[in-house]
């Protein structure tokens, strides 16, 4: 049974920074791509970053240069590292296996002083 659990979020100040982390268990996760999405709230699940398992990564027109997504396959973890982070990056966010699209349940994050 595929399992991502994901940690790292919390509150923070506009312009901080956050680095949140997936672990995935029970698939070969170096052959698996994944992503980061988030979900403000009153809003629709929305895609932040993705990486291949060449660790390529791709990202949302918004968080284009503040945000690095990453991997670590001998932790079988992924991270997003979110740098000058603004209020309206205030969400829950979730990492996502591609592969049968399991999802983790999601961290919260705020920005807000």
């Known amino acids: 049974q595929v399992q991502l659990v994901e940690s790292g979020g919390g509150l923070v100040q506009p312009g901080g920074s956050l680095r949140l982390s997936c672990v995935a268990s029970?698939?070969?996760?170096?052959?698996?791509?994944m992503g980061w999405y988030r979900q403000a709230p009153g809003k629709q699940r929305e895609f932040v970053a993705t990486i291949t398992t060449t660790s390529t990564g791709n990202y949302t027109d918004s968080v284009q240069g503040r945000f690095t997504i990453s991997r670590d396959n001998a932790k079988n973890t992924v991270y997003l590292q979110m740098n000058s982070l603004k209020p309206d990056g205030t969400a829950v966010y979730y990492c996502r296996m591609y592969y049968q699209d399991y999802w983790g349940q999601g961290t919260q994050v705020t920005v807000s002083s």
């Open positions: 029970g698939t070969i996760f170096s052959t698996k791509a």
